[in-house]
T-cell receptor, first 115, second 108 residues
């Protein structure tokens, strides 16, 4: 079946601009995660959705970052007033989260470059 | 955020050799996941572990959930060139925390 998809694959934006990154999870997966990965590092947790609601947003670095999942499927990560330090690969993962299963399946990521 | 300590940081091995890597934390985790990531791609799930002491295999890969619940181990037997990549562990305590990665190079 189809895996997690993310668009765009690459995004270059100027400092101060607004960007949206999209994630399409695996069909039927109720849990959706956003991570940020800097070069040479492991993924860093940003936010986790269970259905439509954000169950844990403790990883969002500041109020410039916001994410939504209005219908419990597709999610959008929004970054306002981008800064050069926001440059990273943004990864999305989905999980069934049923019966104690927590396996997360990742998309290919969106590489964000802020110039 | 918290990151788990993985070792070794990098490995250079001959094709056919076995590989061992581990992941340690100061916190207790309820789930351990192991991933492999190739350049420019997202991490691919290799093995999931749910119980302390659990030993799980996936082909040539074997992973163990440490009995203290603060560590996990991944072994790869008879390495082949396509095993090249970066291996990450991830532990769950509420959210998931990822390790710093082990870069594996296999020399044919």
């Amino acid at each position: 079946g189809a895996g997690v998809s993310q668009t765009p694959s690459n995004k270059v934006t100027e400092k101060g601009k607004y960007v949206e990154l999209r994630c399409d999870p695996i069909s039927g997966h109720t849990a959706l995660y956003w991570y940020r990965q800097s070069l040479g590092q492991g993924p860093e947790f940003l936010i986790y959705f269970q259905g439509t609601g954000a169950a844990d947003d403790s990883g969002l670095p500041n109020d410039r970052f916001f994410a939504v999942r209005p219908e419990g499927s597709v999610s959008t990560l929004k970054i306002q007033r981008t800064e050069r330090g926001d440059s990273a690969v943004y990864l999305c993962a989905s999980s069934i989260h049923g019966g104690g299963a927590y396996e997360q399946y990742f998309g290919p990521g969106t590489r964000l470059t802020v110039t | 955020g918290q990151q788990l300590n993985q070792s070794p940081q990098s490995m250079f091995i001959q094709e056919g050799e076995d590989v061992s890597m581990n992941c340690t934390s100061s916190s207790i985790f309820n789930t351990w996941l192991w991933y492999k990531q190739d350049p420019g791609e997202g991490p691919v799930l290799l093995i999931a572990l749910y119980k302390a002491g659990e030993l799980t295999s996936n082909g040539r890969l074997t992973a163990q959930f440490g009995i203290t619940r603060k560590d996990s181990f991944l072994n790869i037997s008879a390495s082949i060139p396509s095993d090249v990549g970066i291996y990450f562990c991830a532990g769950r305590s509420g959210q998931f925390y990822f390790g710093t990665g082990t870069s594996l190079t296999v020399i044919p």
